[in-house]
C-alpha cells in the first residue's frame, strides 16, 4: 500500500472559510485515495460543514485552532502573536513531521512569513519563491517569483530557475523544460540591473535549459516552461494575467447574449467553448507552492472555491510522490544552486 500524504488544510483561510474549503477536502478525499487530510480551525465551525458530507472518517482529522489571522493584519505581527491561528498550528504540523503539507487560501503575507520562520527553508536555498502554474498556448508555464521576494538578488533568480526546473520536470512532466527570464526585449544588452547581471549567470547554469528573454506578450503563448523573475514583476504579470482573461470572459459572455442570432451561435459553440475556457481556468492547476521550504506550503486564491481547494490538494500528493523537496537539496548538495 502505497504511503499517505498528509496534508495540514487550513479550513478558516479565504474569503468562502470554511464551507468551500471542507467541501473542497471531501471532494479531494473521494478522487485520491492516497491522501490524509488535518481539517485545521475552529472545531464547531469545522465539524458543523462536515456535517453535511459523507466521507471516509478515518482520512479526515480535525485539529482545533481558536484564532484566524485576517487579510488586512500585518503579517509578522500576526504570525507571532496569533500562536493559536489556523495558519501557525497548521504550519506547525509540517514542522513537526504530522503533515507533509500546509495549504491555505488566507493572508498571504502571513502564509509567506509563517513558511519561513516556521516550517524554515532548505539548507542553501538564499530564498523561497512563490511559483504558481498558469494555463498558456501550449499548456502550462510556471512563474517564479510572483510574491516573495521583491527585492531579489541575481543568485536568487537563479535558484528560482533550478527549483522551477525541477518542479516541472517532476510534478507536470515536462521533459528538459525551457527557462527564459521576464524582460523587456529580446536582446541580452536589454534589461534593468537586476537582469543584465542574472542573464550571464543562467547562461552559465548548466543544469538548466535557459533560452534567453521572454517578452511579457510570449508568455501567454507558452514561450517558456519556467517564467524567472523578481516578485514585483512577477505579481504584475499573474494579476494582469488573470484580470484581462476574466474581463474576455465576461465581454465574451455578454457578447453571446446580445440578441437571439447570438445567443444561437452560443447554443451551437457551447461545448467546444467550455472545454477552452476551462482550460484557461487558473482554479483548474491548484495552487502556488512556496518552493525553499524544509515542507510543502501552498498558497491557493483568497476567493478559492471547493475545486481549487480539491485541485491543490491533489497537487500535494504528487509534490510527496516525486520528492520535490529531496531533489532541490540534493540539487544544492551537488552544487547545482550555490548560494553567494
Known sequence: MAEMTK????????????????KGAVDALTREKGLYIFLVGQEDAVKNELEKYTYDKDRIEVVPATEVI??????VNAIRKKKDSSIVVGMKLV???RA???VSA???GAVLVGGQVIVGRIKGVERPALAPLFPTEKGVSLLIDCGANV????SHLVQFAKMGTIYMEHVVGIRDPKAGIVNIGAEEEKGNALVKETFPLLKEEKSIHFIGSVEARDIPRGAADVVVCEAFAGNIILKLFEGVGNTLIRELKKGMMKDLRSKIGALLVKPALKDTLKKFDTAEYGGAPLLGLNGLVVKTHGSS????????LVQCVTFKQQ???EKIKESIQAGGLSAE
Do not use: Q
Not at 151 to 154: E, G, Q, S, T, V
Open 7 to 22: 496534508v495540514a488544510l487550513d479550513a478558516m483561510g479565504g474569503d468562502n472559510a470554511p464551507a468551500e474549503i471542507v
Open 70 to 75: 485576517e487579510m488586512a493584519e500585518p503579517p
Open 95 to 97: 514542522k513537526e513531521g
Open 100 to 102: 507533509d503539507a500546509f
Open 106 to 108: 488566507g493572508s498571504t
Open 151 to 154: 527585492d531579489a538578488r541575481p
Open 305 to 312: 472555491k471547493a475545486v481549487e481547494i480539491s485541485n491543490t
Open 323 to 325: 520528492k520535490i523537496n
